[in-house]
């Protein structure tokens, strides 16, 4: 074999940072706080912030290999945190809030954090929590204020003394960085720890064309967390191709969104479809339009069609559909063209970009398989367990003894899929949310993305429930837009030509839909309220 003879440089989190304070300066950052003015800056001094902030942690005894956890929204405090502490070799543990409190208190043991930094808002929570967390020595508001808190230190006087300059130590790529837990539905949530390389990786192929397409000339909002999968790599890859950045803290209300998108002239933002749909239902109320915006990324449960339809229909823009899971760094696939589609026309190809998860992206492998683990085809028909390999796709879960991962690289994701000849990807449902009629399957999403259609919905969640007859049948749970904004009747009316008979939900229920930790319909809790309801029909 003959060895390469390139350079062998570490693929440094820290380096994006350093990459975008030298070739574009001055291109913003913007960020709201909590209880404190909308704040704006730029790639270089926000570098510079990054540097004074590592000096603080190491004053407070953070090396390398040392977890560092955050309870905190999108803002530039915290991501500030994503730069210094990988970029000094320690891991970012970016708690989840909207875990349930044992779940919280749960991570941050297991995650071995002796610092916490935490934004304002969580201060009731962490002073109820707190005797719950011997490992945590000190406590960091990300504030400009004195801290309310006697025990808590503030975060711009500890990074106010520090100088801007700090050595960042040559680390291996594949040393941990990020530190995610997942939302636990089943047991306990499991961490999973980012390298330096996947995510560098990672921010490279989130900006490619046939991905997020970011160039210099985007504004670009992530509104999914930075808590959840380092809000799916926006807070790389936005710096990596000299995009202004802004961040919208807690605020993901459509009125509060829209200041932000028309003000600052965002271009490309990204979030859960729930936000989505308090976006539209706002522009709806207003009659304002989404200024400069153009793409919208959304992800982590089901694209409505009904959603990707309206804003490309009423207000021309882009929804570019993603799958991917905390194992995956988030990515795995992204819908977008190809010239195979185009070639059917503008309404087929649109149909289909809208009716599936996404295509194969360069970096991540996929693979669909029978019960007996046997290769699919890619006829777009059959469908089996979902597979994926590559170099962001989770080894092994934190602590654990145990790969993840079979010994060839192939991780299980849970998810059921198709995959077409064209190499897009389409999610039938998860494993556990499957529903077994009859000994015939129904999917769920299938079903959500028909009901979610219809007039007057803003939330249609199915979930199967035990049935003497059919061992399970499936339930429709509508949260409307407003109280009465939409019947039963209406609702079945609709379903009629769009799906199968047998499909048909056995009941209608009026009712808010829960969420989980990640924004998605809770549907462990909507079987468990609803599990009694069918055993008396027959
Ligand atoms: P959680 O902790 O809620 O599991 P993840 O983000 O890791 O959080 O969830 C990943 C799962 O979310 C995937 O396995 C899949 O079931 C679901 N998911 C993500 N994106 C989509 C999508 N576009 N369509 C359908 N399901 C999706």
Known sequence: MTQGQMQTASLRIIDILRFAASAHPKREVVSR??????????????????????NALRRLGVGPGDRVASLAWNTHRHFELFYAVPGLGAVLHTANPRL??????????????????????????????????????????????????????????????????????????????????????????????????????????????????????????????????TAWGLPFAAPVNGCKLVLPCDKMDGESLQALITEEEVTFTGGVPTIWTMYLAHLEATGEAPGRLQRVVIGGSAVPRAMASAFKTRYGVTVLQIWGMTETCPLGVVATPTP???????????????TRQGRLQFGIELRIEDEEGADLPWDGES???????????????????????????WFDTGDIATIDPDGFMRITDRKKDVIKSGGEWISSIDLENAASACKGVKIAAVVGVPHPKWEERPILIIEPLTPGAVSEAEIRAHLEPLIARWWMPDRIIFDMAPLTATGKIDKKALRSRYASLLVSDR
Not at 123 to 145: D, G, W
């Open 383 to 409: 469908s089996g367990a979902l597979l994926v390999r590559g170099p962001w796709t989770i080894q092994r879960y934190y602590l654990q003894e145990r790969d993840a991962a079979r010994p060839d690289g």
């Open 33 to 54: 706080l909590v209880d404190e003015p909308l704040w704006r800056s730029n790639y270089r001094d926000v570098y510079a912030r990054v540097g004074s902030c590592a």
């Open 340 to 354: 195979a589609l185009a070639e059917r026309g503008e309404d087929a190809m649109q149909e289909a970009i809208w």
């Open 100 to 229: 349930s409190e044992d779940q919280i208190v749960y991570t941050l043991n297991h995650g071995g954090s002796h610092i916490l930094f935490f934004d304002k808002t969580f201060l009731p929570l962490i002073e109820r929590l707190k005797p719950r967390l011997p490992n945590i020595r000190t406590y960091v508001i990300l504030s400009a204020q004195s801290s309310p808190a006697p025990y808590a230190l503030s975060y711009e006087a500890l990074i106010r003394q520090e100088p801007s300059n700090f050595d960042w130590p040559l680390i291996d790529e594949n040393f941990g960085a990020f530190l995610c837990y997942t939302s636990g539905t089943t047991g306990d949530p499991k961490g999973v720890v980012y390298s330096h390389r996947a995510v560098v990786l990672h921010a490279f192929a989130a900006g490619l064309s046939g991905a997020f397409g970011l160039s210099a000339f985007d504004v670009v909002m992530p509104c999914s967390s930075l808590y959840h999968a």
